[in-house]
T-cell receptor
Framework: EAGVAQSPRYKIIEKRQSVAFWCNPI?????LYWYQQILGQGPKLLIQFQNNGVVDDSQLPKDRFSAERLKGVDSTLKIQPAKLEDSAVYLC?????????????FGEGSRLTVL | QKEVEQDPGPLSVPEGAIVSLNCTYS??????FMWYRQYSRKGPELLMYTYSSGNKEDGRFTAQVDKSSKYISLFIRDSQPSDSATYLC?????????????FGKGTKLSVIP
């Protein structure tokens, strides 16, 4: 079974530039999550989708971050304009359903460096 | 006070040692308790999953939950160099709207051959 795919793996940009990350979840997984993991910290949830609807985006900085999940499969996370403090690993995860408490499958992450 | 506290280490042990990793938490609504293992430059992977209080064993790994003390532990017996990773505790509530995972900072473990 293929895992969660993410791209790009690494991205370096200047502050105020924009960046987009892509995620393809495990086939059949209805719930998709984007997490931000700053160096030395645990992952922090940015947004959760159930199929193509948003379940929780309470911790998403909506003035600069946006995310979408078209057709309930792939998802993109965009940052515009980027700030220095956005340097982090952006992890995508999926689960069979929202009630799969804890049973998340993570991708390898997209590492962002903002200069 | 953070919802989940975890000593970041680093923790260095000799091969074959018993490793004890711990987290404390403040939210009494947490019902599900997980341990994730994260290798360098990889995403976290679920290692152990327990519901409410008690022990769960899986091979060399044992997870313990003490809800009365708001304290969870992961024990690794006969530790191997391949166990070298960051171990993240994570917790969530039960019921609609409360499944969001809250992670600890992670403890970096090195097992020395």
């Amino acid at each position: 079974e293929a895992g969660v795919a993410q791209s790009p793996r690494y991205k370096i940009i200047e502050k105020r530039q924009s960046v987009a990350f892509w995620c393809n979840p495990i086939s059949g997984h209805a719930t998709l999550y984007w997490y931000q993991q700053i160096l030395g910290q645990g992952p922090k949830l940015l947004i959760q989708f159930q199929n193509n609807g948003v379940v929780d985006d309470s911790q998403l900085p909506k003035d600069r971050f946006s995310a979408e999940r078209l057709k309930g499969v792939d998802s993109t996370l965009k940052i515009q304009p980027a700030k220095l403090e956005d340097s982090a690993v952006y992890l995508c995860a999926s689960s069979l359903r929202a009630g799969s408490a804890g049973e998340l499958f993570f991708g390898e992450g997209s590492r962002l460096t903002v200069l | 006070q953070k919802e989940v506290e975890q000593d970041p280490g680093p923790l260095s042990v000799p091969e074959g040692a018993i490793v004890s990793l711990n987290c404390t938490y403040s939210n009494s609504a947490f019902q599900y308790f997980m341990w994730y293992r994260q290798y360098s430059r990889k995403g976290p992977e679920l290692l152990m999953y327990t519901y409410s209080s008690g022990n769960k064993e899986d091979g060399r790994f044992t997870a313990q939950v003490d809800k009365s003390s708001k304290y969870i532990s992961l024990f690794i017996r006969d530790s191997q160099p391949s166990d070298s990773a960051t171990y993240l505790c994570a917790m969530s509530g039960s019921g609609a709207g409360s499944y969001q995972l809250t992670f600890g900072k992670g403890t970096k473990l090195s097992v020395i051959p």
